[in-house]
Every structure is written in C-alpha cells, then in structure tokens.
Nanobody
Framework: QVQLVESGGGLVQPGGSLTLSCAAS????????MGWFRQAPGKEREFVAG????????RYADSLKGRLTISRDNAKNTVYLQMNSLIPEDTAVYYC?????????????????WGQGTQVTVSP
C-alpha cells in the first residue's frame, strides 16, 4: 500500500482560495488513481475529485465543478487540489486517497489507501 500525507489545510475567508497537497510514499505512485474526499461534521464522507494515473483524465463532484482543480506530479509523488471561491459549506476534513482501479471511482470503497486528513475551515 501507499502511504499518504495531506497538507495545506487551514482557515480561509469566504471567497478565498486554498491548495491542498498529498505526498505519497513509495515508487509506485504513478500506478494509482488518486482522489480527494471530504467529510463535514455529522455528514458522510463525500467524493470531491479524482485523477487518472497519468493525470490526463479528471473527475469532479457535480456540485463542485468549476471551483476545483485536481492535478498530480508523478515525479514528485504528489497530488494537489486547488480550491477557489470557497464558501462556508466547504468546511470539512479533506482526505487524499489512492485507488488501484483503472477508472476514477467516486465511491470511498473504491480507494484502499487513505491519508489522515487535513482540516479546511471557511469562515469570516
């Protein structure tokens, strides 16, 4: 399995931007589809975005399209999530995840490795 460590979370004002990073250990990072999920208090974990192994294909939650960009740098074993026009409803713990499927799943069950999460709080 791949080990994942997220960073970049924090407190941001509404309308602001934030970029999350997820560093992966091991030499097989490029063989994993990568995804971002989030979980707000009292809510289920939900899919945010995913990216194919080579980075050419991406997938976003319909409700978040246009405000997010997922990208990856396989040379650096890192996946990123750029978030713009943040709103208070984006407040959640954001998790990075790795999948051995060949397609980009939007289900948590499709991802076998998870990071510890990074808190994002959107508040004035």
């Amino acid at each position: 399995q791949v080990q994942l460590v997220e960073s970049g979370g924090g407190l941001v004002q509404p309308g602001g931007s934030l970029t999350l990073s997820c560093a992966a250990s091991g030499r097989t990072f490029s063989t994993y589809v990568m995804g971002w999920f989030r979980q707000a208090p009292g809510k289920e974990r939900e899919f945010v975005a995913g990216i194919s192994r080579g980075g050419r294909d991406t997938r976003y939650a319909d409700s978040l399209k246009g405000r997010l960009t997922i990208s990856r740098d396989n040379a650096k074993n890192t996946v990123y999530l750029q978030m713009n026009s943040l709103i208070p409803e984006d407040t959640a713990v954001y998790y990075c995840a790795a999948s051995q499927y060949v397609f980009i799943s939007d289900k948590a069950a499709g991802f076998g490795s998870w990071g510890q999460g990074t808190q994002v709080t959107v508040s004035p």
